[in-house]
């Protein structure tokens, strides 16, 4: 069964500073895709980016961009210019190409400070 | 577009009593699922569908019922409330493929006292 797996409950980052968010996952599937979402205090789940496990391209938007490390099975998020509005719970989700089931890790709670 | 949208926000059950969450989407999305998140725990499936007339069973399905007898609508069922329920749902919908989003509802506030 896939896992994926978020060591870091809780980051603090100054504003303006860069952050680096980690996920690692497991799984015997050669195609997926990995994902990360944003929870902030309304509670609504926002897509942040998406990386296709067959492109070695990093997927980027904006100011969020990923480290995929396939052999290593690490999806890590960087936040750079962190701004107050990115404090959030992050989580790391795993999706496989034959199903549709998103697998998620337990999140990490991101502060931003002033 | 609504998106998706889930009744009711908030809820407050007696142990035993038994409710329907309601979930809907106007996106023509196949895939619709339902999780639950615990403190802790990250979101858990807890059912899904991958279009009308098709349900299949997540990792927490003790306790709820789903049928999906339209693409737009995937009602959860609670059939006797247990305090282990109190949690947040959130209902979910896209397209087939696993390369698309997966668009969440604002999510159901539950609480079995």
């Known amino acids: 069964a896939q896992t994926v797996t978020q060591s870091q409950p809780e980051m603090s980052v100054q504003e303006a500073e860069t952050v680096t968010l980690s996920c690692t996952y497991d799984?015997?599937?050669?195609?997926?895709?990995l994902f990360w979402y944003k929870q902030p205090p309304s509670r609504q789940m926002i897509l942040v980016i998406r990386?296709?496990?067959?492109?070695?391209q990093n997927a980027t938007e904006n100011r969020f961009s990923v480290n995929f490390q396939k052999a290593a099975k690490s999806f890590s998020l960087k936040i750079s210019d962190s701004q107050l509005g990115d404090a959030a719970m992050y989580f790391c989700a795993y999706r496989g190409g034959s199903q549709g089931n998103l697998i998620f890790g337990k999140g990490t709670k991101l502060s931003v400070k002033p | 577009n609504a998106g998706v949208t889930q009744t009711p926000k908030f809820q407050v059950l007696k142990t035993g009593q038994s409710m329907t969450l309601q979930c809907a989407q106007d996106m023509n999305h196949e895939y619709m699922s339902w999780y639950r998140q615990d403190p802790g725990m990250g979101l858990r499936l807890i059912h899904y569908?991958?279009?009308?007339?098709?349900?299949d069973q997540g990792e927490v399905p003790n306790g709820y019922n789903v049928s999906r007898s339209t693409t737009e609508d995937f009602p959860l069922r609670l059939l006797s409330a247990a305090p282990s329920q109190t949690s947040v749902y959130f209902c979910a919908s896209s397209k087939s493929a696993p390369s698309d989003e997966q668009y969440f509802g604002p999510g159901t506030r539950l609480t079995v006292t």
């Open positions: 990386q296709e496990a067959y492109k070695q």
């Open positions: 569908s991958v279009g009308a007339g098709i349900t």
């Open positions: 799984t015997s599937e050669s195609d997926y895709y």
